[in-house]
């Protein structure tokens, strides 16, 4: 899978003469009012989870596009560290995040590119629980703990507009991701462990605009 | 490999593609040409029949709804050739100012040397301008940046 996605990124690069036509008279195009949109993705490196999310997104000017998201990240990803201990995510994981999108246009033209960059930011918790085997009893004893999340992330993509409605766009924010662990293994509920990882969020967004 | 050594490299990796800004050239409708700051521009009339050899410099340049009035200057055929013509990166930087007028190859016929001239939109065949291609040069870094970063997880995690 992981092989498919890194292939699959230096395939885009054949699309690139194709992507940088100009549009038509971008500045006098009816510009959308909101979009509405769905998306899926994974989150790399470090702690690997997939998501889903809603977005809202509003252009402030044809060039310029501000977002809010709700992430509800997907139970069920498994890691197993040895034999007698595995950890998976549980239910309830979730990031919110805001992002501002920038098309960059021609100078004099004013021709828009579908591709944009620009920041992101997300917050959020990860559940987990870990089961470590008891050899004695023979069963496994569950502890829950989590993570706080907080990335800063540079986001940046290609956005396509279908006709006046469909909007479908493909993104790999890259970023820096900071997380503190509640864990109660630790000895203190309130202890906790900082740490940071560097991330990059491969997404595919299916859109509509109102 | 430690975070902070991969993130330092991708970024170094991302400023010398980003380095390597790429120029082309399209088309600029008229009505957009009388909204932009035309002080710093630099117009020129080329035949559309013969680009590279006759070429005049358009100075005084009143640009109107329907018609452009200006003084011609007529360039040599070296400097036709280095305006109309994009040798490298550099030179494309160099012409961003440069706004091309494409005349009809009859009305071209009958211009002279050096002349006050109106010309109306309709002589014209196209107007073009040099600008940065976007995704091409802010694309290309940034989705090699991501197959590095892509190829490092792999290699470190096996």
Redesign the interface.
Known sequence: M??Q??TL??A??AF?PV??Q?LT?PTEDRMPKLIVCADVGFQ??NVITRFSSLKIEYPVTPYRQLGIRFSKILSGHDYYYGFGYSQSLKNGSFEVGIDSKYF????????K???Y?GPDLRFGVRKFSTFVYDFQTGTNIQTDFKHLTSKLMLA?G?QWHFGQHIVFDLS?P?G?EYYQTKDPRNGNNNNTISS???V?L?TIMMGFAF | MN?FF??SL?IAIFCSLAACSKY?R????LN??KK?DQEFLNYYLVDAAHPTTRVWYMSDCKIGEQEISCYLTKLTEVEAAEISLITSRSDARAS?ND?LFYADPKFALGIQDTCTRKISTDQMQKIE?I??????T???P??S???F???L??ISEG
């Open positions: 992981k092989n996605l890194v990124l230096f885009l690069a690139q992507l940088a100009s008279k790399w490196f960059p246009h021609g100078r004099f033209t004013g021709r590119t579908g591709f960059i940046w290609v790999a890259i820096i940071r990882s560097l990059m491969p | 975070y991969r993130l991708s082309q399209y088309p600029l409708p957009k040409l932009i961003k706004i301008v600008e940065l291609n976007h995704l091409k802010y694309g290309t940034l989705l940046l991501t197959g970063l892509g190829l997880f792999l």
